[in-house]
Each structure stands twice: as C-alpha cells, then as structure tokens.
C-alpha cells in the first residue's frame, strides 16, 4: 500500500510539474462528442467527472464493455458558457472505485470514450512527460531507434555561437565565438534560454530527490539508458552541461540565452544555418 501511494503521489507530482502535460486528449475528436472526459483515465480513488453537453439533468450511467451498469447517478447543471451557450451537466461518479474500462452514458447520446479506473493509469504518460525532454534536445541527432517517428537529423552545432555586442566584455568582446552545444530547445523556437531551462532542470531533480527508489527505475529509451546512471539524471545532465557553457569565466557571471536574431522559420532544426549568439547577461 506505502508503494501505491508513493506511486499515485509521484504521478501527480509529475503531472502538475511538468508543464508537459501529456495527457493524450485528443480535443478536436473530443469536441464531436457530448460527453467529454479525461480519456487517459482515474485512479480508483481520485475524483471522477464527465462534462455532458446539451443538458442540465436526467440520469447517467457507468458501463463496462460489455454493457452492464457498474455505477449510476443523477447529472447536476453546471449552467451555460458565455461563449458558446451551450449548456452542460456534470457526472460525478466519483464513488466509483472498481477497476477496468468503462464509458459514461446517458440517455439519448452516444457514449462517451472508453477510459479506464486504475492505480497506475498515468504511469504511461508520466513517463512520456519525463521522454519529452528527449525530443527537445539540441545540437544532436535523433535516432529512429530513441525518437521513433519524430527522429531527426542533428541541427544546430552551436559550436562557434558568437557573443553579441550585449554580452560583449573586454576578455570577450563582440564577436568572439564560444561553444555551447547541448541543452533543449525551448517551447515552439529554436533558441535555449538559461531561466526557462533552469527551471525544469530544477523540477526534474526535485523529482527525483522526492522518489528516488522509483525514478531509478524508469527507463525512457536515451541513448543513455543502461549507463549505470537512472535516466532522469541523465537528462538532466545534457542541460546541465550546456547551462556549464553559459557562464563567462571572467566575472562569473550567465547569458540569458543562445538565440538566433530573429526566430526561425517553421523548418526543422537542420535546416537553419543563420548564426546564433549569446547576449546580455
């Protein structure tokens, strides 16, 4: 029991961090249909609500595949959105703890999604959130065999990043160029940001400070894994290793972060040979 709730506590842990949530909802698809849940899933003893549109009342009801009432109750109004005007009710079925797949219905619309009641329901995407950062590395390739459809070729060296005249110093001035290849890209460009990055390298050790039993023990398929080192540390360790990059040796002092002048276009990393500077500390 102690290991099922450090577990469900890591899960949440990493969920409400990790600014990644990737819980898989398709939202568009979800949009179709009037019932709208969390399609990943509940923990048995977590609460538990589906939004159904177009009505304020009447019964709902819990299947499992096979057709048979787990679990039933009366839908509450949750009123109107200003914007849409659609009007919403929610069930809660919060007291359901059994475990399996299910789909909420109600009368006169089509069920809702299957979903599922487990202990480890999130473990999937918990981890996935930790692999993100993966996909976000820079300065390397992304091998079919760790990135699996999203591999890539390796873009930006950042192995003659030059300093812009805002970060230029008499040891370096304007121009002078410097390594500082790793680290990960940040949001939807291409640039690496000192702050941003330090953050979630903070977050991740946090993690692993708080459950360092189970973190050891989580595979997310880097070319790192199986190095003796648990992989949360591992990638933590490529952006700390950049960051290492971004102080200057002559007063100490941090670059706030490696950029091109402008931001890129939407191509891949590759593709992209402007120069990339590093500016005011």
Sequence with gaps: MKFLYLQNNLVKTVLLLLTAVFISINLSAQNNLPIALNQVGFLPDAPKVAIVSGKTGGKFSIKNPNGKVVFSGELQ????????????????????????????????????YLFKIEPNVYADAAKASIKAFYFQRASTALPEKFAGKWHRVAGHADDEVLVHPSAASANRPAGTKISAARGWYDAGDYNKYVVNSGISTGTLLSLYEDFPQHMASVQTNIPETGN???DILNEVLWNLRWLLTMQDPADGGVYNKLTNANFDAMEMPDKDKTPRYVVQK
């Design 77 to 112: 109004a949750t009123g109107k959105t200003d914007f849409s005007g659609i009007k919403t009710a929610s069930a809660d079925f919060s007291a359901l703890h059994q475990t399996g797949n299910f789909v909420v219905s109600a009368e006169g619309l089509p069920d809702s």
């Design 228 to 230: 003796g080192v648990p």
